[in-house]
């Protein structure tokens, strides 16, 4: 189900509107990745530590063989021996290290494909209609294991509206999900930059956007707009990220214009480079948007918008 029939042109525009967005925002985007990084990337300097010690372990095995050779052989049997205990000290090095620089936060979990994450956010939506909720992983064992690593099977750009938190929505719990919520699920440079690290990083291969019935920053960007006035201080730039889904359901309800919000969300994402666009081209990653009905409590998704 497609939520809206988008005008084409329309998300066209608002998908060249936002790369050249990101092209003026790019050093502050670098800057945001760089903190991210120096917030997230500890386990890079547990792997210089892991380094070292094998390094040690390596040498320690080399010294061992050259110790054992003179009683038991030749010049000939020294050197095949040498060549193993270096190809031992080689694997031991590449091993963990391509693991590790590869999935810094956790080197346990599987990844979970992207039709798999979509099947248990809906069935976690599922229990929630149902009111039978498992409150899944979220005891303290769930804690310990998670203080080693994470990684969320999925990305939720979410509303910031308090009655669509995403884990409760899905039924999730400690680490499941990887969450951005912003007013209107809206999409700037920090929330993309959010986005961008989960994939890349935290291995999450599924990016829902997550928008939601009555919602009150749309209705306000919708009134804001069809009155010509402009938003009081920071508002103001949640109406403009908003402004093409307005313009393109004029006369229509809210609702409408939530739905095309979603929509054209998710083609941002979708058409965003360097990373995503990529990832959703090669099938790696995909994004789709989701619509909470407030009096249901039903979740409903969106499939790809057809070109
Ligand atoms: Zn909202």
């Not at 409150?135 to 998670?146: G, N, T, V």
């Not at 908003?242 to 058409?271: F, H």
Request: aromatic content about 6%.
């Amino acid at each position: 189900m497609t939520f809206i029939d988008a005008n084409h042109l329309n998300v066209k525009e608002i998908r060249a509107g936002w790369k050249g967005r990101q092209d003026n925002a790019r050093p502050e985007l670098t800057e945001g990745r760089h903190r991210l990084a120096r917030l997230f990337y500890p386990a890079f300097f547990i792997n210089g530590t892991f380094r070292a010690c094998q390094l040690s372990l390596a040498f320690s095995l080399n010294n061992l063989t050259t110790a054992m050779h003179p009683s038991l052989a030749t010049k000939t049997m020294k050197s095949k021996f040498s060549i193993l205990t270096t190809a031992v000290a080689a694997i031991l090095l590449s091993l963990p290290l391509g693991t590790i620089a590869k999935e810094p936060e956790h080197a346990d979990a599987p990844k979970v494909s992207p039709a798999d994450a979509l099947a248990r956010l809906k069935a976690g939506n599922q229990r929630f209609v149902a009111g039978k909720l498992q409150h899944p992983h979220q005891d303290s064992k769930r804690r310990a294991e998670l203080a080693k690593g994470q990684r969320p099977f999925a990305i939720v750009l979410g509303c910031a509206d308090s009655r669509t938190s995403p884990e409760v929505l899905f039924d999730q719990g400690l680490g499941d999900l990887f969450v951005v919520r912003v007013a209107g699920n809206v999409l700037d440079d920090h929330a993309l930059a959010s986005i961008e690290y989960a994939v890349e990083h935290l291995g999450a291969q599924l990016i829902v956007v997550l928008g939601h019935q009555r919602c009150g920053a749309v209705q306000a960007a919708k009134e804001t707009i069809d009155s010509n006035a402009e938003a009081p201080a920071h508002i103001n730039s949640l109406v403009t990220a908003i402004q093409p889904a307005v313009e393109a359901t004029r006369g229509a309800d809210v609702e409408a214009t939530v739905k095309a919000n979603i929509d054209n969300v998710v083609e941002g994402l979708r058409s965003s480079e360097p990373v995503l666009k990529k990832e959703v081209e090669t099938g790696a990653i995909n994004v789709v948007g989701a619509y909470y009905n407030l009096d249901t409590a039903a979740v409903s998704f969106t499939e790809k918008k057809k070109e």
